[in-house]
């Protein structure tokens, strides 16, 4: 991406009551000058940072000018509020390319803030982790890595290696015998390797909170899964009635379970019918459960013919799913009948809610193998993960030589694993990287 252009965007959502429109770069105070009008000048010293009433064409906007490098990005950057909606803001953002800017790829703000400094690139993840957060754990994560404490670990981790590295040279330049090392491995290379163990623990953690987990909802109809979805999300969202094959098509919301963001889907219930529609839904309903991440699979503790809900799950249930009866609140005096070991088990009821924290518990189980995981406080994500594992790799390579006394290639692994700690902060970051990362932003970004 070219930085020496002014670029524009709109950096608010379009339906929102006020629209804010942000130019970026060398020329952005010449020309919000030139679409802008209001009795004072947003470049004069004393207005800088403030925000002034004026309009652009007949449009009352508010302007405020922030002068590099004392902006998000970096550069000069002037911000423009008008009323929200899509055309008062298309209004504001076509004058503005008129006048001479270029309009901003996704990302391309956060972008400049990197080049120019202001964020690494773990930081500029975290903007975008920020944004599509979607739960208060997961913002915490992306606010602490914004703030830099992922940053700072792998600062130490980095140094860590390096110091392990000089040790190494130092036993190249000087033959054992001139130096008075103590042997065995230095601690430096323990320390580093403790370090990336614990951040590679948090991988799982770290991504359930920054992707959210897809947990679907199957079984026979009537079981009840579209009276769970709507009991997980806390909304109405899918018809429940007491008529089998209720649900046809593929139903999906987002809830929050215990700080992790998760995606549930619920699904047309399994039989066999004759009925070409439900026949399609079912199709979907066994795609969906190939696809999840966690499977919910309910089992109807009322039934007349509670073998055909068993015979179900052990037909159609991937291992691992989560066996759960409902409507307990009808038939707590019943005893469910055994199932494989492969599945665990809870009973609940979708209409009182009772039972759910148990429900809860076994679902972090197979999530972090803990009913109450710790959440990291920080944790690496997929990118920085992959790095990660290459510098372990080379360490536990390092480690070998040092201890054959191949202190050059020691040396040699070692500068491989501190490069790879770099490339997660953007100190060697080629484009394609920063394509990759950046394209995945919004818009105004
Ligand atoms: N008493 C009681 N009734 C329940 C419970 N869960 C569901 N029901 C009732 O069972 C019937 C079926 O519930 P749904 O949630 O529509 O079942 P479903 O699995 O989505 O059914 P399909 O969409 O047909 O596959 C409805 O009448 C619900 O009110 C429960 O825990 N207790
Ligand atoms: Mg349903």
Known sequence: MNTADTIVAPASAVSGAVAVIRLSGAEALDIARRIWRGR?????PENIRKMLLGKV???PVLAVYMKAPHSYTGDDVVELQCHGGAAAAHSVLAAALDAGCRMAEPGEFTFRAFVNGKLDLLQAEAVADVVRSGSDAALKLAERQLAG??????????????????????????????LDFAPGVPDALTEAAAVIGQLLAALPAGAALRDGVNVVLAGRPNSGKSSLLNLLSGRDRAIVSDIPGTTRDTVECDAVIRGIPVHLTDTA?????????????????RR??????IVLWLLDLTSTEPEQEVAE???????????????VDLAADRTPPDLPERFPVVSISARTGENLEAL???????????????????????????????ARAA????????????????????????????????????PDLLDEVFKNFCIGK
């Open 395 to 430: 360490l536990e390579v390092a480690e070998k030589e040092y201890r054959r006394g191949n202190y050059e290639l020691a040396a040699e692994e070692s500068a491989r694993a501190a490069r790879a700690v770099g490339v997660i902060v953007g100190r060697h970051a080629d």
């Open 149 to 178: 404490r992922l940053s700072a670990r792998l600062g130490q981790l980095y140094d860590l290696i390096n110091r392990f590295r000089s040790e190494c040279e130092a036993r190249l330049d000087f033959p054992d015998e001139e």
């Open 57 to 59: 064409g007949d449009a």
């Open 360 to 390: 809860y518990d076994a679902v972090m189980k197979q999530l972090f193998a803990a009913a109450r995981p710790e959440l990291p406080e920080i944790a690496p994500n997929a990118r920085a993960g992959r790095e990660l594992e290459v």
């Open 40 to 44: 004072r000048d947003p470049g004069a």
């Open 313 to 327: 799950l052990l037909r159609s249930a991937p291992p691992g799913s989560i066996a759960v009866w409902n409507k």
């Open 269 to 285: 219930g399994l039989r066999d019918s004759t009925d070409a529609v439900e026949k399609l839904g079912v199709e979907r309903s």
């Open 288 to 293: 969906s459960i190939a696809a999840a991440q």
